[in-house]
Each structure stands twice: as structure tokens, then as C-alpha cells.
């Protein structure tokens, strides 16, 4: 894969300036936001319900979305950028 957009909690804009209809967009349960510390469960209550949220609002406008939840291997974001470079879509 070429391009990609990668989007964590803190960047769920309504007008992003990712070009998010041109390439897949990638909203990544980060483990640094979910899992490092033992956060207050409506801490991650609120990030996941507003990443769900906002996963389904860019599908709405048109947007290929792949939502990768907290327990996925994939959510180790090093993990997640050697996995985007092997892709071949």
C-alpha cells in the first residue's frame, strides 16, 4: 500500500485535512490510549464509542474504512505501519 490515513482518538475532525476519500482510512484503537495505564473505563467508553461514531460518519460520506479495535495485534502502531507496508492493495 502507497498511501494510507491513520487516525487516533484526539483526531476525529469533522473537516480533516487528511484527503480521506482518495485513499483508505485506518481508525486505530491505539494501545498508548487504551491500554499503557489503567485508564478510567469511561475514559475508553467514551474514546471507543466516539471512534465508532466517527468510523460510520466516514463511511456515510464515501470513505473506505478499516476500524482496528484495542485487542487487535494491529492496534501496536509499529505493528500497524509494517503490516500497510506489505500490503499489496
Known amino acids: ?4 490515513n491513520i487516525v487516533f482518538p484526539h483526531q476525529l475532525f469533522a473537516q480533516s485535512p487528511l484527503p480521506l476519500r ?3 482510512v485506518y481508525i486505530v484503537e491505539e494501545w ?7 485508564f478510567h473505563q469511561q475514559k475508553i467508553a467514551f474514546h471507543r464509542a466516539s471512534m465508532r461514531f466517527y468510523a ?3 463511511e456515510t460520506k ?6 482496528i ?17 506489505t500490503c499489496s492493495k
Not at 1 to 4: D, L
Open 1 to 4: 500500500m502507497h498511501t494510507a
Open 22 to 24: 482518495q485513499h483508505p
Open 32 to 38: 498508548l490510549f487504551f491500554r499503557q495505564y489503567p
Open 56 to 58: 460510520h460518519y466516514l
Open 62 to 67: 464515501g470513505c473506505e474504512v478499516h476500524y
Open 69 to 85: 479495535s484495542s485487542q487487535d495485534e494491529l492496534s501496536d502502531i509499529r505493528k500497524l505501519v509494517v503490516y500497510l507496508g
